[in-house]
């Protein structure tokens, strides 16, 4: 089985390329080519080995919510011609990541566990365990890295820094909040609980536009409804659908992206279960069969379909 890990095509039209952490990004004129890789990525490194089927899991429950947002936010998408690849408006993006939590989990819990009660400038109250819901979703944002950690900041910060203006920033924060709200009802519809995303913006002519994934496994965190008052009540783990599942296996085994620490080795059954695990999250998510796309020749499909979808074969 084949995996994607990288591409390198040289498109006779194409004005740039960037490598981000698992998407490679082919610049047009008038367009983006994003290409979902089977890359996994974890405390912002680069796992060693890719996941089957991750970049077509990730760029199709993508599709799935944009289209289905479009209506509170317009957004980049303009077409998907194969399963790893969505083609899209060109924007110049906002240098920040609008987290959105509706749960103290992952990144918000642990440092709450450290005794923080302020995160991104944002208060939270006491006595909260570890997954409980929030009184209401709070914006957490972080700075947008192309290399290295993202860093948290906050709403005070960014405007006073100029990273973006007060208007703009202002409406990002609606935008997130009614994207949340969306993504939470459908979650609802699925038997899930939406608790944690990151929503990224990006501006073309004066208009904001919503980009990149929406509600994916490596930018959101899912729980399961039916067994979460219970598991709160009893103090068990949340049964979840995310990547969290990656980063706790990794921090178990004395990994978190600090240096002098090595990736532990991820054998073929780890890397079965990761893939199989973002299977189930799209089928869960989406509420639709996943349909494995051909992968004998990853690279050719992927640039035939492209060269279609641009009218360049």
Known sequence: MQTLTQTNFQFPTQTGFYRGKVRDVYSFEDCVVMIASDRISAFDVILPRAIPYKGQVLNQIAEHFLR?????????????????????????????????????????????????????????????KENDKLPTPIITPTTKAHEGHDEDISREEIIAREIVSEKDYSQLEKYALALFAKGTQMAAEQGLILVDTKYEFGENEGVIYLIDEVHTPDSSRYFYADVYEENQRNGVSQKQLSKEFVREWLIANGFQGKD????????????????????????????????KAESQDILARIEENIKRSLFLS
């Open 68 to 128: 289905a947002t479009a209506e509170i936010v317009p957004n980049w998408l303009l077409n998907v011609p194969d399963p790893n690849v969505s083609v899209g408006k060109k924007c110049n993006p906002f240098p920040v990541e609008m987290v959105v939590r509706g749960y103290l989990a992952g990144h918000s819990a642990r440092e709450y566990k450290l005794g923080k009660r302020t995160v991104c400038g944002v208060n939270l109250p006491e006595g909260l």
């Open 260 to 291: 002098g620490q090595s990736v532990p080795e991820m054998s073929d059954e780890w890397v079965a279960q990761i893939s199989a695990r973002y299977i189930e999250l799209f089928e869960k998510v989406t509420g639709k069969p996943f349909v």
